[in-house]
Structure formats: structure tokens, C-alpha cells
């Protein structure tokens, strides 16, 4: 019976476990290729940035399989002198052997890297990430590889292996955290309904995304805000903020540029939060046409723990209005819009639709309006719906709901684009037609806003 849906599934269960180490300002690396759908799930929820970290073992010239030792990126090795003295390996072999591997390593690097730098790791806390370890040949290789890169503690985050090689490894990690030790263990994948194979164009495509830089809890070590001009910061406010609602206080992030023209609260889907690399892209997108952005949690670490919670539209909704009436009241001369990914899609339509709304625009990425399905007739705000052309099943579900949708609406397909954008230009086209949407309604409603 298989424990994860797919890796992404296997990521957002990762991440429940890994949350306490979001304080640590840790650095999320993924083994390619599996381990990178995992990673980006962790990095996402823990506000981390996300980087690949590709190592190659050596293995003794006469029995491969035999590591020696392995090599990183820049220059990197690390070598078991014993195995390199009872093999007797001559340092002519070893050298050719390196040279080899470590030709294959920078290879697989510009290739998933396009390019940038990797994450500078010195004194970080480093939570290296695959899809599941069976030998821990390479996990070993890696863990030891990001220590060599100046890593503080290395973290080793798994959702499946045996427990055998979670005790070894765990002389090699400061600490080793893995969801499921089954047995008899035989294959990673057979713990998966999905394991099917990770291209390279698709771990390329999740690394550019990832590398965005975000404004949130990557911002030290991303590239610097575009938004900060020379002559001086075009925001007004760039801030953390706690929205109360239900007596519950949750996390997030408002930035407001000078003379926006309104401002667009976020409700990220499942298994997500304010930290979506997708939802800030769009932020920044907004920001720079000029449109304020608030990206908050609907739920608090404690109830996201409660899967129920995440299918609860209505207590979502709930507090997508509260967080509403808070930005009424700060920024009374701004218009409000929502943008809603997935399930967060569905809330932002089911808030809109609640009588007295004065949100003057929605639109959804990628979202499950059939989740608010009877509520949409109500809505009066104008509707964007935005779906990739290859996401068969949702296109048919924002079809039926375009349908019941009585405002002004527009069904736009991405081609080419999947459910999560990640094909190269995909999401710039979504943040595209989301900033035309907003400033065209937005323009129009502001001098009412305060009204």
C-alpha cells in the first residue's frame, strides 16, 4: 500500500515535521532529480530558499560500487582515506576518477542551474531533501559534501527508508528526520502511487522559480529588490504584520508601493502558505505595476495539522473577509482584489460572494471554484479564471464554473502551462494577465473605495 500520493504529497508531509526549523533560517537542497519535488513542497511552507546540491560518488577504479569518496561543486571533496588505503588506490586512478566525476557534477549544475550560482551554505543550517534513501550511498555523499560547503548543521529530511540506513546516516547528520521506516522495504517507489520519473526540464524549471527572489525569508540571500530604486525605496510600507480572526493570529506580509492603485490579498491553495514562491512572483508583479499585495496565512501551524481544515472552504473564506475589514481599515482609500490559488481559489470566490462585499476584483491560478460551486452566482466582482492548457481537469471544472458565474468574467488558458505553472514563462504569463485584470478594475473602482 503506498504512503504518499506523489512527491509533492510526500513534501507537504515532510514539511509538518520539519516546521520547528523555520527559526533557523535554514537552506533547503534537493537531490536531483526526485528529491527536488520534495524539497520545493519543505522550502515553501519553511519560507526557505530552495537549491539543488549535485554530487557524484568515486568509486574505486575496480568496484564502483565501492565509494571512496565523493565531489561537490566548487572544488569539493571529500575522501575516505581508509577505503583509498586497503584498495590501493594509486593517486593517478584517483585522479582520474575525480576528474571524471567531478566534469559530470558541474555539468548536472549549469544544467538544473541555468546558470546562477549556487546558495552560499557557510554557517547555515542545511536540511538536504530526497524522495526516499534505500543504501544512503548518495544522501552519505551529499550530507558530507554540504558540511565541506560550510555548512553549520546538515539536516537529512526523508519521507521513506529503512530504518537500517536511517541509523547509519544518522552518524553522518546532526539529525536525520524520516516519516516512514516500513519493512520489509524492497523499493522507494513502491511507497508511492505516483513515482514517476522527474525530467531534467522540470527540475530546471522549479529551481528558476524557486530562485525568484521573494522579499520573504530569503531576501538576505537573494538577488536585491528590483522595487528599490537608486534614489531610494518605492514602497511605503514593506512590512510583517499578525491579522487576528476567530481569535486566532495569523502570520503575514504587506507591501504597499507609493500611489498604488489598490490592494490584492492572496489565499494560497492546499498545503501551501504566505511563503509560495508562485503567489509572491505574482506579488512582485503586482508590486510593480503598482498594486499593492498582502500574502497571509489562513490557517496557524496548529490547525494546519488537521487536513479537514485545509477543504474548509468556508472557514477559509472566513478569514480572507476578516483580513479584508483589517485592510479596509488601514488602507480605506485602496480598492481590494483577491487572488486565489487552488483551494484558496474557491475561498476568495465564496468571500466575494458574501452580501456587502466590496472586493471589485478576483482572480484564480490554477483553482477549485467547483469547491464554492453554489456560491457563485453571488459573486458581482469581475472574475478572472486562469488555468494551464495541460491541466485537463481543472479546465473543465473553471468551465462549469464560468457558467454559474453571473458577473463579468473571463476564462483565460495558458498553453503549454500544468497545474502549477512551472514551464518556462508559464507563471510570467499568469502575473501578466492577474496585474492587467486588477489595473483595469482597479482604476475604475478607486475613487468609489472609500465610499
Not at 335 to 348: D, L
Not at 355 to 366: D, I
Request: charged share 25%.
Amino acid at each position: 500500500m503506498s504512503l504518499f500520493r506523489d512527491r509533492e504529497d510526500a513534501g507537504e508531509q515532510l514539511a509538518t515535521r520539519l516546521a520547528g526549523f523555520a527559526d533557523d533560517d535554514p537552506v533547503v537542497l534537493g537531490l536531483p532529480r526526485g528529491g527536488v519535488p520534495v524539497a520545493r513542497a519543505v522550502a515553501g511552507v519553511l519560507g526557505a530558499p530552495l537549491d539543488v546540491i549535485v554530487v557524484r560518488k568515486l568509486g574505486v577504479p575496480f568496484q564502483p560500487e565501492l565509494g571512496m569518496g565523493a565531489v561537490g561543486e566548487d572544488g569539493v571533496r571529500v575522501l575516505n582515506e581508509e577505503i583509498v588505503r586497503l584498495a590501493r588506490v594509486e593517486p593517478d586512478e584517483l585522479a582520474r576518477v575525480e576528474t571524471r566525476e567531478r566534469a559530470e557534477v558541474e555539468a548536472r549544475a549549469r544544467r538544473f542551474r541555468g546558470g546562477r550560482p549556487r546558495i552560499d551554505l557557510t554557517g547555515r543550517t542545511v536540511i538536504v531533501i530526497d524522495d526516499g534513501i534505500a543504501t544512503g550511498g548518495t544522501a552519505r555523499a551529499a550530507l558530507q559534501v554540504a558540511r565541506a560547503q560550510g555548512a553549520s548543521r546538515v539536516v537529512l529530511a526523508v519521507p521513506v527508508a529503512p530504518i537500517e540506513t536511517v541509523q547509519e546516516l544518522r552518524g553522518v547528520a546532526d539529525e536525520v528526520v524520516c516519516l516512514e521506516t516500513p519493512t520489509p522495504f524492497l523499493a522507494i517507489g513502491q511507497w508511492y502511487r505516483d513515482f514517476s520519473q522527474v525530467p531534467d526540464e522540470r527540475v530546471t524549471a522549479m529551481l528558476a522559480e524557486a530562485a525568484v527572489p521573494t522579499g520573504i525569508g530569503v531576501q538576505a540571500h537573494a538577488a536585491p529588490d528590483p522595487l528599490d530604486a537608486p534614489g531610494g525605496p518605492l514602497h511605503e510600507r514593506d512590512e510583517d504584520v499578525s491579522l487576528l480572526a476567530d481569535e486566532t493570529s495569523l502570520p503575514g506580509h504587506l507591501t504597499i508601493p507609493a500611489n498604488a492603485i489598490g490592494l490584492v490579498l492572496f489565499a494560497h491553495g492546499s498545503g501551501s502558505s504566505r511563503h509560495s514562491p508562485r503567489n509572491q512572483f505574482v506579488a512582485r508583479a503586482l508590486n510593480q505595476a503598482g498594486v499593492g499585495t498582502l500574502l497571509f496565512d489562513l490557517l496557524s501551524p496548529r490547525e494546519e495539522l488537521h487536513r479537514a481544515n485545509v477543504f474548509d472552504i468556508e472557514l477559509l473564506a472566513g478569514r480572507l473577509v476578516a483580513a479584508s475589514a483589517r485592510a479596509r481599515t488601514d488602507s480605506p482609500d485602496l480598492p481590494i482584489g483577491y487572488f486565489g490559488a487552488s483551494t484558496g481559489a474557491a475561498a476568495a470566490l465564496w468571500a466575494a460572494a458574501e452580501p456587502g462585499s466590496k472586493v471589485v476584483a478576483v482572480v484564480s491560478r490554477g483553482g477549485r471554484p467547483d469547491l464554492a460551486m453554489h456560491r457563485l452566482a453571488a459573486v458581482r466582482a469581475p472574475t478572472l479564471l486562469i488555468v494551464g492548457g495541460h491541466d485537463d481537469v481543472v479546465i473543465d471544472l473553471n468551465r462549469k464554473a464560468a457558467r454559474q458565474l453571473t458577473c463579468e468574467h473571463c476564462l483565460e488558458i495558458v498553453p503549454g502551462a500544468t497545474h502549477l505553472f512551472e514551464e518556462p514563462g508559464a507563471l510570467e504569463t499568469v502575473a501578466t494577465l492577474a496585474a492587467d485584470w486588477f489595473g483595469r478594475h482597479f482604476s475604475v473602482a478607486r475613487p468609489l473605495a472609500s465610499g
